[in-house]
Structures are given as structure tokens and as C-alpha cells.
């Protein structure tokens, strides 16, 4: 979001899709931290079992193997506030976009909350 305080630079991000698109081929550092809150409390007794949070960075929304970046966390079963990050590198043609993906397979809803980013720097041609 654009509020005091955030930045971003070039003109390779969209803030309305989220994405990042590439303005030369080169490799690419990635980062995103996301603060996760579940939208519903758990009910007294429901499990957390197999409940995991993953993250992925993906180019052109195709988070096939090798071509994506990933960090996959087990969420806690004492909490309803999650931090999770992933960083890497990706190589991208020019006009190639990347953007950031949940897979939530807990059983309740989550949303991204603010102060949550998405960066991407241009390392090299």
C-alpha cells in the first residue's frame, strides 16, 4: 500500500495486482513478509493437525517446481497471528511479472494484514 512511511521505485510494480513486472531479463532478488490474522477464532478443541501456511513468489502465476520461490510453515496451534517470509532469487524476461501466493490449507479464513511487503531488486543482467 502506498501510506507514510512505504516506497517503492520504477515502474515495475502495480499496486492494484500485486504484481511485479520485470522492465529488463536479469536476476532478481524477491522478498515478501506477510502478517497473517485468522478472520475466525478456532473453536475450544479444533486441531491445528496438518494445518499449514505456504508462501510462494511465482513468475507469471505458474508456481511450477524450480521456477518459484517457497517457504512452507505449520501454524501454531496457540495463536491467531502468524508471521511468515520467503526471499530468493528468480531470473525474469523483460515483460515477465511475478507476484505472491497463499496456499492455506487451515480451517479457517486468514487475511493478509497491513505492514505485510513484497520487494523485488534487479541484481544483474
Same mark, same amino acid.
Given at each position: ?12 510494480? *502495480? !499496486? ?12 532478481? @532478488?524477491? /522478498?515478501? #513478509? ?33 521456477? *518459484? !520461490? ?12 502468524? @508471521?511468515? /517470509?520467503? #526471499? ?34 534487479? !541484481?544483474?543482467?
Amino acid at each position: 500500500p502506498e501510506s507514510e512511511g512505504m516506497f517503492h521505485r520504477g515502474p515495475g510494480l *502495480n !499496486l492494484t495486482s500485486g504484481q511485479y513486472t520485470a522492465p529488463m531479463a536479469g536476476y532478481y @532478488t524477491f /522478498s515478501s #513478509t506477510l502478517h497473517i490474522v485468522r478472520r475466525e477464532p478456532r473453536r475450544k478443541g479444533q486441531g491445528c493437525r496438518g494445518s499449514r501456511l505456504r508462501v510462494l513468489i511465482c513468475v507469471q502465476s505458474r508456481c511450477q517446481h524450480n521456477s *518459484n !520461490l517457497e517457504t512452507v510453515s505449520r501454524l501454531e496451534s496457540g495463536g491467531d497471528r502468524f @508471521t511468515i /517470509s520467503v #526471499t530468493g532469487t528468480l531470473y525474469l524476461q523483460a515483460g515477465q511479472y511475478a507476484s505472491v501466493f497463499v496456499d492455506n490449507t487451515a480451517g479457517s479464513p486468514l487475511t493478509v494484514q497491513s505492514g505485510s511487503d513484497f520487494s523485488a531488486i534487479l !541484481l544483474g543482467v
